[in-house]
């Protein structure tokens, strides 16, 4: 590869790599107004969420296409290709946040014509800012090219199953106590469920940039294992 | 490229159409054994499932290798080049299949150790059903490049989110009538969720054949729309 190849193929990955840090801060944008949505009782701020969730669609296609040109046109290797290939797969991950984002928005919508449940609005917006801080911190790491911040969210993975777990109790007690919530915290457990789903998207992109950095897939299962008898809902998940 | 080339990335090209399919026989089964775990409520059978699911993992990474080293080095275009990215996609679909059936397998599992609710274990069935005829079809669509069948696939999407509205209304009531039934019915909640999920996987697989076989999108929207006040759960989905 003559010199100005190398350049132009180093300023295409940079701009790959910016436009998955653009899709980046839009996914992020999205998972901070859902929760918002559903602590405030916002319906508008929903709508603009789940309009807002087609521009995360068509980002992940132009960065889909863009990747897989300059696989066959610059036949990347080795570190090249990992981050190529990286970036495609990163923004899959991001657009299923933001169609997980689209519904909360559209279950806060919903709620916001029940009677609101304090407490469990409370529980819902701290695994949301614990989700939504694992996402900046994993994409913070991807912009960076930083492994050891990547790894740090990969371990704390069981970090979010402990708050489902103890959301999905406290929501079945809740249920349990007075029926005429259960539609209202039916919506809530998979709000909760989209979370999880989330910080497991986060996970995926640790991986994604622990190989994209050093070639090698994470040393071990992640902290959340297989038990066939679970004990509780996280060793669902 | 000379003829032997050719020759050459069309034999590579069916090598890896065949792994997708086999991929793809597999998740059919996980499925179809993941929704037996909770009718028949065998544990042994759940831990198969639960067990076989790594080597659909192991099959979506050998496929996405083959894919990326084959755009690398052969640089195919137009149809080759949407043949060898729709494979690496519909691995990516399958695999999260196998993910939700691992996860129903693992219901399955506390399910048995609670009283059976037979009615809403029939209508489970029912939706598992009409979820692993779809898979098997749009899959059956892809092995024969069938795009016509790939559509009414496509087309009969809302069929599933029908299926899972009634469960869910189904479930709701029953927890409200004996409260006592509410943990079991949250997992059965989360079992109608993956399954519907899987449907759209189907969709998602539908409109990559579609799109392989004819180089266009689908012309609209999915039949689920984006309905801000949704009327009931199918909505949501």
């Not at 807002?52 to 090249?80: C, G, S, T, Y």
């Amino acid at each position: 590869m003559s010199e100005h190849t190398v350049k132009a193929f180093g300023e295409e990955l940079n701009h790959l790599a910016a436009e998955v840090a653009r899709m980046g801060g839009l996914a992020e944008a999205q998972v901070a107004d859902a929760i918002d949505t559903v602590t405030r009782r916002d319906v508008q701020l929903a709508q603009s969420v789940i309009e807002r969730d087609a521009k995360l669609d068509v980002l992940e296609v132009e960065i889909e296409r863009m990747a897989i040109k300059m696989i066959a046109l610059r036949q990347p290797f080795a570190q090249d290709l990992r981050r190529t290939v990286s970036a495609m797969k990163i923004a899959g991950n991001l657009e299923r946040c933001g169609d997980l984002a689209k519904n909360i928005a559209k279950r806060g919508v919903v709620l916001s014509d029940s009677e609101p449940i304090t407490p469990l609005t409370r529980s819902i917006e701290r695994m949301g800012q614990l989700v939504a801080s694992r996402l900046k911190e994993v994409l913070d790491a991807y912009s960076a090219g930083e492994v050891i911040r990547a790894d740090a969210v990969w371990a704390r993975d069981d970090e979010v199953d402990e708050h489902y777990n103890s959301i999905f109790r406290e929501l079945l007690t809740y249920m349990m106590g007075d029926p005429r919530t259960i539609q209202a915290c039916a919506h809530l457990l998979f709000i909760a469920k989209n979370l999880e789903r989330i910080g497991d998207h986060a996970t995926n992109i640790a991986e994604i940039v622990h190989y994209e950095i050093t070639g090698e897939d994470m040393p071990t299962d992640r902290p959340k294992g297989n038990t066939l008898r679970p004990f509780d809902e996280g060793d669902l998940a």
